[in-house]
Structures are given as C-alpha cells and as structure tokens.
C-alpha cells in the first residue's frame, strides 16, 4: 500500500503526520499508528482499496454537506461552504434569535469562495437560503473590557473536597457544597473577586473507588457526593439518622482523618441521602421542595434521564460482575441508551433512577446557593468552575452520547517539559467530525452545563481545542498523534456562551504551545493562565511587568509542587519515589539544578523589590511563599489566583500527575475549618498584602 495515501488521508482526517516537541524537535509519526488511528476514525487503511474509499467517503461529505451550523464572529465576513453555491450573488434574509431580520448579500472574495458581510449581532441566528434555514452563530467581537477596565483583581482557588465544615455534625469527611458556599462568602468579605474550584462533574456513584475530578463519568452533571444532607433536612436530621444508624464512630473517624477516604466517605454519603430520599416527603411538609424537584427534571429532560438510567444500570451490572465496569461489557440491548431494554429497565427501576435524579437537582441546588454566596460576598465573578478536557470511556456521557466521542483511542499529551515520558490520561472526548456533523451541539450543550452555576470556568488544556493528542487503545504516550480540531468555531461559540452567561473564561494553556494559539485566545476574549515556575526569560525569572495582560497570574496549580514544596524539593523526592525522573537524571542532578533554581527566583523577588533580605535556607519556605504571592500580586494580569495551598504555606501538592497509588492524589485536606484558617495571622496578612496590591473594591 503506498505510503502517500495513508498520509493523504491522514491529513484529510485531521491528523498531523509530523509534531515538534517541547524543545522544538520534528518527529513523524509512524504509519502503522496513523492507520491504528484512522481505523478507530471509522476511516480503514488497512490496504489500498480501503484506503481510497475513505478518502473519498471523506471528500463527498465535505462537498456535499450543508453545514449544521455556521460560526462566526460581529462584523468578520462569514464564509458559506461550496454546497451553498446557488445563494452566490443573491440577498438573503438573516433571521434573530431575539426577534426580526435583515437582507444580505452573498458574494465572493478574492479567492472565489463565498462569504456573507454586515452581521452586527451576536447570538444564534438563522439564515434563510429559499426553503432552507441555516443556524448560525455569532460570537461578540471584542473582549470583555469590564474585567480590563476594573482594577486587578484577585482570588483563590480551592479543591472542594480538601474542604472542612465549621461544624462537626456537618462534616463527613468530605469537603461539600455547604462548606464551599462559607468559603465563597467569606473570601469574598475579605475582597477576593473569584473563587476557582476543582472540577464537580459527576462520578460514579456504584465505584467509590474511582474519585478523580478529571476522569469523570459525565461533564454534563455534577457530583453528588459533595452535598451537604443537612442543607435540605437540616442539623438535627443529619445527627439523628448518624445516629440511629450506628454511624458516629465511622463519622468521627472520617471527620478527624487528615487525608479524604474517598471509599469510606463516599459510602456514607450515599448511604445517607438514600436516606434523605427515603424521608424527603416527610422533610418537605410543604410540598415545596418536591414542586421545585418535578420542574428540574422536567426542565433537564431527556440529558437528566439518561444520566439517572445509566447510574442505576451501571450499579446494578458492575455490582453483579465487577467485570461489567464499562457499559461495552454490558449485555446488548443495555449499550444502547434508546433500546427497548433501557426503557425496560427504567420501568423496571423507577425508585432508583428516581433517585439519581433527585441527586442531581440536589447537586445544583447546592452548586447555586454557593454562587449566590459568592456574589452575596461581594465578588464580581464568584465560583470558577473547572471543565475538565476529556471523561472516562466508561461513563454516562460516553454512553449517552457515544456517536459524539472518540473510541478506541484515549487522549494524553507527548512529552514537553512537565512531564517528559508523555502522558495518557485515560479519557475522551468529542469526535471533531462529529461535531461539524451534529452541528457543535455537544459542545454547546457542555459549556452551558459548566456556565450554570458559575460566574467563569476554566478549561482545562484548552489547546486540545487546536489539536490533541490521540493515544491508540494499548499503546505508550509517545506514540500517539495530534488531531486537528475546528478551533475558531470552538473559540468563537466560547466567546459566545461566555457573553450571553456574563462569564469569565480562562483556558488553561500551558505545555507546548502552537505558534498563534494564544493570539487567538486574546481575540476570543478568553484568558490565558501564567504560573510563576514557567514564567522565564533567558534563563531568569522574568519580572512582574513583563507578565501578560491577557491571562491570569497564579503562584501554582493542582498539578504542580506548591511554592513552599517546590523551595524545599519536596517534588523531587516525590518524582524519585514515583520513578518519574526523566531518563538519564539523577536525584543529586535535580536537586543541583533547583539550587541553581532557588538563586534564580531570590534574585527576581530582589530584582523586582518585594524583598531586600539575603536568602532562606531550603527549609526555611515561610519568606518564599510570602514573596512569590507578592510578585504574583504585582503583574499586570487581570486576575492573580493563589491556591489556598500557598496561602498557607503547605508543602504537599494536591495531585502529582502520572500516578495512581504513589502519591495521595486528590486526598489532602485542609488541617481546620476555613474560618479557622482565616484566624491564623500569617494567612490573615497575606491577605491583606494581597487586597493592597491588586486593589480595593
């Protein structure tokens, strides 16, 4: 088979034959993974003649199609494909969403494609073409100046499950919804514009053990475990359902636990709002609460019962076989969510897909109050929520949705500076043909579910909106290839939910950067993320006013070594116990080079006045972590985040990527109450500096 028609096609699919590296490196993909990942495309290149027919199948979709949806942006030249050939040199009508229409023209550029002029108008429109409307979407053509206008701003950011109650009854040894809500509001008293949260999408309620934030079952819905029971039952409830099942000794130990039993917890949780959906007609005297929960499954529909029929299929298969963990190892009829066999099942089961149901409309419930929280604190922007980039093969989005996502391959990232073995994150994602087929819908209908409750969202690795990296099923990282993705359509509907929901959006654009990519955030009015570890010129750590205006500052993320862990090496300890250190690096090697690493990040805090002291010691962290917020705190980003982990000078991180049981990943709690917290005057006074340098109300 000649080896052109596999790169032809590829190319054709989207799929990059060559990358460069984190260090600017070319490497070619081999074509025995090219034509493993156009078989999972459902494009076969297995010989010649399987080759041509996909082309071709490829070539007449595209030249055929009539679009299911149009992008664009306000007064940019909106391009119609060739199927659209008849409309050239004619008015059309331009139809709004919000109510009446105009005429335009459809004409040719100079490169004889064509394209329509003068839409003025963000939202989504229709185009009328004779008896046909095209939908059309139309994103606002600037950024959003009032996060530019106002002063700087700050916040924090907090993993929800490292949160603790106030109160013992109230706390089950999983940070919740409740205690993200005081937080909000407290936070917010104190100044901060923004509280970003780990992601909340829902889990897997059968398999406590699988309790990632980024490996969810579903983006479209939340994770019930993090609600509080006696937000809806209240206190006395709580404590006496504890205690009439036996529960105290389990309670307390969980609740004095310094690291989250997420299989212990989660079980409890469970068991106890089973319980509260035992009482809840009791609880709600009213009337009330059961109105307000019939109008939220009405309103969710179809996506909600999905949702609830899967969680309820998915106990019912992984517990009777733990081998039935992925809906592809369940018998026929129940793959497929329009089967008669689901329908069966959910006639069958009704209280327990009831119940799931009754989980979610909790879960939202709690995700609204904590906003309304936040903005009752005073902040502008409030929650920033967290879209995570891809969900677990096996969960409710994946079979829901299955002809939206990619199968058989898995998504990662090749190697780059982070991590230098590449990485395979075990997830999916939208298929990029699917979403011009389906007309971005999926897309959509994702963005809206995270701008819900939320004043902003982060998103997560938003590069994959350029390409990702595919990993084909049972293969390593590094051999993988990147996929192209529609990215001014993705870019442009982002720019869109953002305005229509008064949103902040930062994409999380750290690794290996394509040329142009973050011009295209800035046009998008997206921000970009700066972290102080990768902020660097020539070598040196660059100051605070050479950092972007286009992004957010932060000290650390989730994924990285706090500043306290990182002076101390504490990430390289953990990197040698891990194996994670790159190939040919010794422990003493690294240790040399943060050396070198700890002189370089003095002298910038001296450089840019925050301190005029001579070094700390290695283990003397106390004095980094208030210089690096202060510098953080002095760029001219529009938002600095710390992670409260920094604000209070802890030296473990709360994930080290690429592990499983080496590390205590998204475990690590908070050692008090967040009130608590707050008292202790060295927290208090990074505050303060904090509310100083970036501003007042």
């Known amino acids: 088979m000649s080896d052109e028609l596999t790169l032809e096609l590829a190319r054709a699919a989207g799929l990059n034959p060559e990358w460069a590296d984190y260090r600017g490196r070319p490497h070619s993909v081999p074509l025995d993974t090219?034509?493993?990942?156009?078989?999972?495309?459902?494009?076969?290149?297995?010989?010649?003649?399987?080759?041509?027919?996909?082309?071709?199948?490829?070539?007449?979709e595209r030249a055929a199609r009539i679009p299911a949806l149009l992008v664009g942006r306000v007064g940019a030249p909106l391009a119609l494909p060739p199927s659209l050939h008849r409309a050239a040199g004619c008015d059309i009508e331009l139809r709004?969403?919000?109510?009446?229409?105009?005429?335009?023209?459809?004409?040719?550029d100079e490169y004889d494609l064509l394209h329509l002029s003068g839409i003025y108008r963000p939202g989504y429109h229709a185009l009328q073409i004779g008896e046909q409307a095209i939908p059309v979407a139309i994103a606002p053509a600037h950024r959003p100046e009032e996060l530019w206008q106002r002063p700087r701003r700050w916040g924090l950011a907090a993993q929800v499950y490292s949160l603790r109650h106030d109160d013992d009854v109230g706390d089950l040894g999983l940070g919740d919804y409740s205690a993200l809500a005081h937080c909000a509001r407290r936070v917010g008293g104190l100044g901060a514009q923004a509280l970003a949260i780990s992601p909340v999408h829902a889990l897997f309620s059968a398999d406590v053990n699988h309790y990632s934030p980024y490996s969810p079952s579903s983006r479209l819905f939340f994770n019930a475990l993090h609600v509080d029971p006696a937000s809806v039952a209240g206190a006395d409830w709580l404590r006496a359902r504890i205690d009439a099942l036996g529960l105290q000794a389990e309670t307390e130990r969980l609740r004095r636990s310094e690291l989250v039993d997420w299989p212990a917890a989660a079980t409890l949780k469970l068991r106890l709002l089973r319980e509260l959906w035992r009482d809840f007609e009791r609880i709600d005297r009213d009337g009330r609460l059961r109105r307000e929960l019939s109008s939220y499954r009405a309103e969710q529909g179809d996506a909600l019962h999905r949702h609830a029929c899967f969680e309820a299929i998915h106990a019912a298969q992984y517990g009777r076989d733990p081998r039935r963990w992925h809906w592809r190892d369940w018998p026929d009829?129940?793959?497929?969510?329009?089967?008669?066999?689901?329908?069966?099942?959910?006639?069958?089961?009704?209280?327990?897909?009831?119940?799931h149901a009754f989980l979610q409309w909790l879960a939202e419930r709690a995700l609204a109050q904590a906003q309304r929280a936040a903005r009752d604190g005073g902040m502008d922007v409030g929650l920033v929520s967290d879209l995570a980039v891809g969900t677990d093969s096996g969960g409710s989005h994946a079979w829901s949705r299955r002809h939206?996502?990619?199968?058989?391959?898995?998504?990662?990232?090749?190697?780059?500076?982070?991590?230098?073995?590449?990485?395979?994150?075990?997830?999916?994602?939208?298929?990029?043909?699917?979403?011009?087929?389906?007309?971005?819908a999926p897309f959509i209908e994702m963005l809206r579910a995270s701008l819900r409750h939320a004043g902003g969202v982060r998103i997560d690795h938003i590069l994959g909106l350029n390409r990702l990296w595919l990993v084909p099923d049972g293969v390593g990282p590094v051999d993988g290839a990147y996929i192209d993705y529609p990215l001014h359509e993705m870019m442009n509907l982002i720019a869109l939910e953002a305005w229509r929901h008064r949103a902040t959006v930062v994409g999380e654009d750290l690794g290996t950067v394509p040329e142009g990519f973050r011009d295209e955030l800035a046009r998008s009015g997206l921000l970009g993320m700066r972290v102080l570890y990768f902020e660097r010129e020539h070598g040196c750590f660059a100051d605070p006013s050479r950092w972007s205006e286009a992004a957010i500052a932060m000290t650390s993320t989730h994924d990285l070594p706090t500043i306290a862990g990182w002076w101390r090496g504490r990430d390289i300890e953990w990197q040698q116990q891990a194996g994670h250190l790159p190939p040919g690096h010794t422990v003493q090697q690294e240790q040399h080079q943060r050396e070198s690493d700890r002189e370089a990040l003095w002298n910038a805090f001296t450089h840019a006045n925050i301190t005029h002291c001579g070094r700390p010691g290695m283990h003397d962290s106390d004095p980094v972590v208030d210089a690096a917020i202060d510098f953080v705190a002095q760029t001219p980003a529009p938002l600095a985040i710390v992670p409260i982990e920094d604000l209070l000078g802890r030296i473990e991180q709360p994930n080290l990527p690429g592990t499983t049981d080496q590390h205590p990943n998204w475990r690590r709690r908070l050692d008090a109450p967040f009130d608590a917290l707050l008292g202790q005057p060295q927290v208090a006074a990074r505050i303060d500096r904090l509310q100083a340098r970036r501003g007042g109300r």
């Open 34 to 60: 090219l034509r493993m990942l156009l078989a999972r495309l459902d494009l076969p290149a297995s010989d010649e003649r399987k080759a041509r027919d996909s082309l071709e199948r490829l070539h007449a």
């Open 96 to 108: 709004y969403e919000d109510g009446g229409s105009t005429r335009l023209h459809c004409g040719c």
């Open 404 to 440: 939206d996502m990619l199968r058989g391959v898995t998504i990662g990232a090749p190697p780059d500076e982070l991590n230098r073995l590449g990485q395979d994150w075990g997830l999916t994602t939208f298929s990029p043909r699917a979403l011009r087929q389906h007309g971005f």
């Open 333 to 355: 009829g129940l793959r497929d969510p329009d089967s008669h066999e689901v329908a069966a099942f959910a006639r069958e089961h009704v209280e327990q897909v009831a119940f």
